[in-house]
């Protein structure tokens, strides 16, 4: 029926106007720091993972680690020499950024 396409474009309309407003507001996801500390460990030990994102509606990190909150902290403890990479989405934008942890062997 007619008003039911009428709700549709209507819809859409809305739909499209709070994208754009959710573009403006903003424009791209800015990682603002990622890093490791200690950079270099020996096997079995950890290292602390610190992050902070804005702008983004979605941050994750590889190596098995998942969807992570846009800033935060965790320790990892990899068994060999390992490259972590963050990946801030915000709709069909993203930026990413990696770091290696070091493990040194003895």
């Given at each position: 029926s007619g008003i039911s396409i009428w709700i549709l474009l209507l819809a859409a309309i809305l739909g499209g106007s709070l994208l754009a407003?959710?573009?403006f507001v903003s424009p791209y996801p800015v990682i603002e720091s990622f890093y490791a500390d200690p950079v270099a460990v020996s096997p079995g030990?950890?290292?602390n993972l610190s992050w902070s994102?804005?702008?983004a509606s979605r941050v994750e990190i590889d190596q098995g680690v998942g969807e992570v909150d846009l800033k935060g902290s965790m320790q990892?403890?990899?068994s060999a020499t390992t490259t972590y990479m963050l990946t801030a989405v915000n709709g069909s934008i993203n930026r990413s950024m990696?770091?290696?942890v070091m493990v040194q062997q003895p």
């Open positions: 407003l959710n573009v030990s950890a290292s994102v804005v702008g990892v403890k990899p990696t770091l290696k």
